[in-house]
């Protein structure tokens, strides 16, 4: 078995590699079943399961070390196919799933930090998923640190910048795994410490091979690592993640902010925000970085027009932000929180993005409406304007919906600021649209599934 399954991986006709990819599809399916559900399966080994019983598959062990090694002459330098790489995803889905034989837990370790150079991004993200489901034990952050540490050293080789970016992947996939199967694994100060000694490292000299003790707030992003955006972004999200999980836990007293702070401290960093040459995951990730900024030192002025000079660059990074800006909320002003998502509605032409601000300003006004803190709500001849003009832009099925879930937060919070004639109006214009809504809702259930099922009151 072994034989027929490396034997193929080197062919040059895709005939014949694909039929050895089939045999190890079947193998895999073979050995975990096909009953798995689907979020099981992306997630990957939780470090204590016993997925595979590799003593019943004495083979299997040589099989994946094979194919591992296989993948790797493929990727030497010079070489620029990609057979041998194919043969290399059934067995690194296998490991990430079962987690690594002890037998050759050593050697299959260090033959998948070898695709963390890979040029592909692909491969490095599926090699450092896996590299996850062989760290989940109470040293990764040793092993991880120390991969971090030894990769700056080597951005200037080949293949020097892909290994440091899955490297960062790898910190990533770990954390987020370890906070959900063993949270007791996840140091907080130590993993801080880790990454105080990532960014005393790459802010050195232009000599990476001399670390010199200053302090790391007062340095700046300068080095070639960091001119990478994939590199930034990965830094970048790793810090994020570290942020959300001290606000999940209220975690005090730790030195998050001040990283936070020394990565923006570079205006050449803090403005690819709004650069139209960054890449879009290095503006999510800046994007979010700076809410979780502007939010810990309180400037809700800043906040909003970061989120607003974002949004005309690029949708789906202020959507991010729009996403990390709720999980603040209890941190933030809720007149603030309202000028923002209004500054969204009426300065944003994407049906999408205000969508999102309008379901966030229902929330919010919601909140202070059952509070009764009224000095909350936004003026209402400011949301007078934003019904208007909701009213005239362009809509999709999501807007609509938005739209409809809040004029009754609107309609409320306007109401409470007025009194006669006009109030008595909106209202009876508000039941007529919520009525034809219904109407509507009744039309297109009729057309996709019946009247049948269609009561009302």
């Known amino acids: 078995m072994r034989d027929h399954c490396c034997a193929w991986s080197d062919r040059t006709r895709w005939a014949i590699r694909n039929c050895g990819l089939l045999l190890l599809r079947s193998l895999v399916d073979c050995v975990f079943g096909t009953s798995e559900n689907k979020s099981s399966i992306e997630a990957g080994w939780d470090g204590k399961t016993t997925r595979i019983h590799y003593h019943k598959y004495p083979t299997l062990p040589g099989v994946l070390v094979c194919l591992l090694k296989s993948g790797q002459e493929a990727m030497r330098p010079g070489l620029q196919n990609t057979r041998g790489v194919e043969a290399v995803f059934p067995a690194l889905d296998m490991i990430r799933r079962a987690g690594p034989p002890d037998s050759l837990r050593s050697e299959i370790q260090e033959l998948i930090l070898g695709y963390l150079r890979s040029p592909v991004w692909h491969v490095r993200e599926m090699a450092a998923r896996t590299l996850c489901s062989c760290l989940l034990h109470e040293h990764w952050l040793d092993v991880v640190e120390a991969l971090l540490q030894s990769s700056f050293p080597k951005i200037d080789h080949p293949g020097g910048h892909n290994q440091l970016h899955g490297a960062y992947m790898v910190l990533k996939f770990v954390?987020?795994?370890?906070?959900?199967?063993?949270p007791q694994g996840i140091a907080g100060e130590r993993l801080l410490r880790c990454i105080r000694s990532i960014i005393k490292l790459t802010k050195t000299s232009d000599n990476l091979n001399r670390i010199e003790a200053i302090l790391w707030q007062a340095t700046t992003?300068?080095?070639?690592?960091f001119r990478c955006h994939e590199i930034l972004a990965a830094h970048i999200e790793v810090i994020n993640l570290v942020a959300?999980?001290?606000?999940?836990?209220?975690?005090?007293?730790s030195d998050i902010d001040?990283?936070?702070a020394a990565v923006l401290s570079d205006p050449n960093v803090s403005v690819l925000v709004s650069a139209s040459q960054t890449s879009p995951l290095l503006r999510t990730q800046l994007g979010k970085l700076l809410v979780y900024h502007h939010v810990q030192s309180r400037d809700a002025y800043g906040l909003r027009g970061i989120v607003t000079e974002t949004a005309s660059v690029d949708v789906n990074a202020a959507s991010a932000m729009l996403e990390a800006v709720s999980t603040f909320d209890d941190q933030l002003d809720?007149?603030?929180?309202?000028?923002?998502?209004?500054?969204?509605?009426?300065?944003?032409?994407?049906?999408e993005l205000r969508t999102a601000a309008l379901n966030r300003l229902a929330d919010v006004l919601t909140r202070i409406l059952t509070s009764n803190m009224m000095e909350g709500l936004p003026a209402s001849v400011s949301l007078i304007g934003l019904w208007a003009d909701l009213r005239e832009g362009s809509l999709n099925p999501s807007l609509s919906n938005a739209i409809i879930r809040s004029s009754g937060p609107i309609l409320s919070a306007i109401m409470r600021q007025e009194t006669g004639q006009d109030s008595s109006s909106r209202l009876a214009?508000?039941?007529?649209?919520m009525a034809a809504a219904v109407k509507d809702e009744q039309v297109r259930a009729a057309k996709t599934g019946g009247t049948s099922e269609i009561q009302v009151g």
Not at 175 to 182: D, H, I, S, Y
Not at 429 to 433: K, L
């Open 175 to 182: 954390f987020e795994r370890m906070a959900v199967v063993m």
């Open 334 to 351: 809720s007149a603030e929180l309202c000028q923002l998502y209004l500054d969204i509605c009426l300065g944003s032409s994407s049906c």
């Open 258 to 260: 001040r990283i936070a």
């Open 244 to 253: 959300l999980h001290e606000l999940d836990h209220r975690i005090q007293g």
């Open 429 to 433: 214009r508000w039941s007529g649209m």
């Open 221 to 225: 992003l300068s080095l070639p690592a």
